[in-house]
């Protein structure tokens, strides 16, 4: 198989395979809500699609959203991070609609628009998240091969017959 065919089944499987990135800090990393799992392969999916009409790939909002998840309730963040945090939280919540269809969000921490350097900034963030995620397919898919090779070896040494007995 040529290496984009390959690439490109690698991209529609790390949709779905991909892990989720994290802050690392503080053991609030496997408190992700249930509902933004969902959320974030269909962030994928959809970014993987505009990938393939040929936008730069990145990370989506929820995937944002769940690398900070972590991160504020470990520490305190400024005021930009917050607000983009808050933001993320508000349109994530509300393109997959985890509770009532019609609850709004709370006109006192609603943030709109974000700034441009708060845009910035997000879209640094989902850009560092989508090379985590890609560097981690990557070293998946080496492992793979590597393990593939190994066991073709040790099955042609089985398969190979003893010519000489010392």
């Known amino acids: 198989m040529n290496r984009t065919k390959e690439k490109g089944i690698s991209d529609i499987v790390g949709v779905f395979c991909d892990p989720i990135i994290v802050w ?4 609030w990393q496997d408190t992700l809500p ?7 392969t269909m962030e994928r999916l959809i ?3 505009k990938v393939t009409r040929g936008e730069t790939p990145t990370g989506t909002d929820a995937e944002a959203l769940a690398y900070m998840y ?7 963040i400024d005021r930009d991070w917050s607000e983009i945090y808050l933001w993320l939280g508000k349109t994530v919540m509300q393109r997959h609609n985890p509770f009532k269809k019609d609850s709004p969000w709370p ?9 441009t350097q708060q845009e910035r900034d997000l879209a640094i963030l989902k850009a560092w998240i989508y090379e985590k995620r890609k560097g981690a397919r990557l ?3 080496r492992a793979d091969r590597r393990q593939n090779k190994e066991a073709e070896v040790a099955r042609k040494e089985v398969m190979q017959p003893a010519l000489f007995q010392f």
Request: no cysteine; glycine share 10%; net charge negative.
């Open 70 to 76: 972590p991160l504020a309730l470990e520490r305190s």
């Open 107 to 115: 006109d006192d921490i609603k943030v709109e628009p974000l700034t």
């Open 139 to 141: 070293e998946r898919d």
């Open 34 to 40: 249930d509902w933004i799992k969902p959320a974030i």
């Open 24 to 27: 690392p800090g503080g053991g």
């Open 47 to 49: 970014e993987q699609i």
